[in-house]
Each structure stands twice: as C-alpha cells, then as structure tokens.
C-alpha cells in the first residue's frame, strides 16, 4: 500500500509539497505601513543567511519587494544545528483582524480515540510553505535583509492567523474521513483503525486524499503503524491515555 501510495512522500529535502486551495490573505484594521528597525545579521552567520536567502529565491518562496511594510529577520538555529530565519511580525501581528478559526481541543481529541488499537501520524516537510499567500497580502510579509527587501510568495512562519488558516484548509482536504479515519491538528494528521487492515485501508484513503490536495508529507517524521504514539504532548494507546512529562493518567473512553 505504501509504495503504491508513495506518491504521498517527499522525495527529499527540495521535494516539497503545493497546496493551491491555501490562499491566506490578511486584513489589517489599518492601512499605515508598519515599519521595524532593520536588525543587523550577526558577522559569523552572514554567509549562512545570505545562502538561506539565494535558496529562497531560488525556489520561488520570495521575492524582491518595494512594499511600504518592512519587519526585521532574525536568525535562529534548530535543534539539529541548521538555520531557520525567523522574521519578526509582531508590529503586523497587532494591526491583525484576527481570525478565529479553531485549533481542535486536546480532550476531544482523546474522547473520540476509544476502541482504536493502530496508530499512524503523517507529519508534513516544511508545512507552512506548501500553503501560499494571497496576491494582495504579499507586500505585507515584507521583510528586510542586507540585500534587499523580499515579500513572501509561499505562507511565512510567524504571521498571526496562519495556524487557523492551514487548519482550516486541512480540515476542508481530509473533508469526510476527519474524525472517521484521522484528525488533522496543523501539520501533523494521526489517523486510526481499530484492526490493521482496517488501519491499512484507512491510510490508503488519508493518503490518496492528501495527494489529491499536493500536499507533501516528510517520510522520516512519519510513524506509521503503532499501538502506542505521541501527539500533542499525549502518549496515545488502545489502552491509556498519558500526559507527556506528568504522571497524570487517564483510561480510554
């Protein structure tokens, strides 16, 4: 089923996935331009940035921009030592209309695993990314760098409402297997049987979904095919139910 479906799967780093049904435009209740002072790149770190930047351009993820907006990058490492340039939207984030769109509660997720004995979680490669912003709200990711300002063609990590707006378009791909199949909680899917083969063919219809959608899933993040798994801080079996980093514990519907 795996490879018959494996489509599904990114085949490396620079394979990943394109949602076109993800348009997230922002509303601002205000049209004054914010601005940030520009926050210089560290020296050690400014040719790691300046390669992170080319290989945005060079995958279409941003591009040049005469905005009238502006917020500052900053540079943060991972915990497996690679680089993620943050940028700063605080200033953006306040003249938001928020979008309340929301996430799922963690007790209705537990309530509705009982009697499920198999666990996968489908975990997605750069997730954000896959969605794209609006043409009109583009000039409003504009960030600055030593060379230049860009704006954002793909979904930016740190805007305000983008967790209601990819959720919203999960919840709108899985469609009528959510809550029979899987549950989408942003980027991570964990989908349930109460038999193997019932949990067999049940991934067949998450994944076909998701492929039908362009979504991209990142293979080494998946967990495919447990009796016990962790999601959203829980430890999830057929059996209990554990709080990760407590010793709280609670039985299964």
């Known amino acids: 089923m ?9 085949q490396g780093d620079d394979n990943i ?16 331009p914010v ?21 945005l351009i060079a995958r279409g993820w941003v591009v040049k921009s005469k905005s009238p907006y502006e917020a500052p990058v900053v540079c943060v490492h991972k915990k ?28 209705d997720l537990i309530d509705s695993l009982g009697g499920y004995r198999w666990f ?22 504009a960030f600055m760098t030593p060379w230049g300002l860009y ?4 979904i930016p990590f740190g805007l305000a409402n983008a967790p209601a707006a990819f959720q919203r378009n999960m919840e709108e791909m899985l469609d009528s297997l959510r809550d029979e199949l899987c549950i989408p909680y942003l980027d991570d899917i964990l989908c349930y049987g109460k038999t193997f083969n019932d949990h067999v063919q049940g991934l067949r219809k998450d994944l076909r979904a998701l492929q039908k959608h362009g979504v991209k899933l990142r293979p080494m993040k998946c967990e495919l095919f447990k009796r016990e798994i ?19 514990r609670q039985c299964s519907p």
């Not at 996935?17 to 004054?32: A, E, T």
């Not at 959203?232 to 407590?246: G, H, K, Y």
């Open 80 to 107: 497996d030592g690679t680089l993620r340039l943050c940028i700063d939207y605080r200033l953006l984030t306040q003249k938001t209309v928020p979008d309340r769109h929301p996430l799922p509660w963690i007790q």
């Open 2 to 10: 795996l490879y018959e479906e494996s489509n599904a799967f990114a």
């Open 17 to 32: 996935g394109c949602f076109p049904s993800l348009q997230m435009s922002i509303s601002l209740k205000d049209n004054m």
């Open 120 to 141: 996968s979680i489908l975990d997605q490669g750069k997730a954000y990314h896959q969605g794209c912003m609006a043409e009109g709200s583009r000039h409003l990711t």
């Open 151 to 154: 704006e954002w063609v793909c």
């Open 230 to 248: 962790r999601y959203v801080e829980r430890l999830v079996s057929a059996d209990v139910v554990v709080m990760i980093q407590t010793t709280w």
């Open 35 to 55: 601005q940030r002072a520009y926050a210089s790149i560290p020296k050690p770190l400014y040719k790691e940035v300046k390669e992170y930047i080319q290989n």
